[in-house]
């Protein structure tokens, strides 16, 4: 079957503009999680998506949204980009979001270069 | 504040060899620690999931410890190949439904033939 899909791939911004990444989980998994990784900070959650309502929510700014549509699919958004902003965003996708059960898969990430 | 350290950035180990990497926590009691392996340019893909009430998990030629009282869990490699290189990712997560995974920043293997 297939795995999680994200697009785009690769994405070049500048600063203040907005930007919407996109995830497609495997199909059968409700479950949706985001996650930021940089350099510095490593691998950091963003919010997690079940059944189209938010579960959970990292420490991100508001700029940072998200929504999961009833096909499970989800988006990101981020508005009024920062040079911070610059990172990989992995999405990852498992059954029912039980993190001792269910295994995540990851999608291949979308690399943001914010200019 | 949760604080996870991978306490190398980097391990060079030879072909053959078994590698230990080592995750330690602070502040935060998870119910469960998962690992994952990462390559360049690809998510992180999951390979080990052990809980806190186990002591030890084994998969192939993979096998993870878990010690609450010492709050750290080691994650061996045996009979080392190249294809392990890769970064390997620990991460703890807690009980609650929706809870959310907490990640170190990794240590990178290079195996060497």
């Known amino acids: 079957k297939a795995g999680v899909t994200q697009t785009p791939r690769y994405l070049i911004k500048t600063r203040g503009q907005q930007v919407t990444l996109s995830c497609s989980p495997i199909?059968?998994?409700?479950?949706v999680s985001w996650y930021q990784q940089t350099p510095g900070q490593g691998l950091q959650f963003l919010f997690e998506?079940?059944?189209?309502?938010?579960?959970n929510k990292g420490n991100f700014p508001g700029r940072f949204s998200g929504r999961q549509f009833s096909n499970s699919r989800s988006e990101m958004n981020v508005s009024t980009l920062e040079l911070g902003d610059s990172a990989l965003y992995l999405c990852?996708?498992?059954?029912?979001?039980?993190?001792?059960?269910?295994?995540?898969?990851f999608g291949p990430g979308t690399r943001l270069t914010v200019l | 504040s949760q604080k996870i350290e991978q306490n190398s950035e980097a391990l060079n180990i030879q072909e053959g060899k078994t590698a230990t990497l080592t995750c330690n926590y602070t502040?935060?009691?998870?119910?469960?620690l998962q690992w994952y392996r990462q390559d360049p340019g690809r998510g992180p893909v999951f390979l080990l999931l052990?809980?806190?009430?186990?002591k030890e998990k084994r998969k192939e030629r993979l096998k993870v410890t878990f010690d609450t009282t010492l709050k750290q869990s080691l994650f061996h490699i045996t009979a080392s190949q190249p294809a392990d290189s890769a970064t390997y990712l620990c991460?703890?997560?807690?009980?609650?439904?929706?809870?959310?995974?907490?990640f170190g920043k990794g240590t990178t293997l290079s195996v060497s033939s």
């Open positions: 990852a996708s498992s059954l029912q979001g039980d993190k001792s059960t269910d295994t995540q898969y």
């Open positions: 199909s059968g998994h409700r479950s």
């Open positions: 998506y079940f059944s189209e309502t938010q579960r």
């Open positions: 502040n935060y009691s998870p119910a469960y």
């Open positions: 052990i809980r806190e009430n186990e």
């Open positions: 991460a703890l997560a807690g009980n609650q439904a929706g809870t959310a995974l907490i």
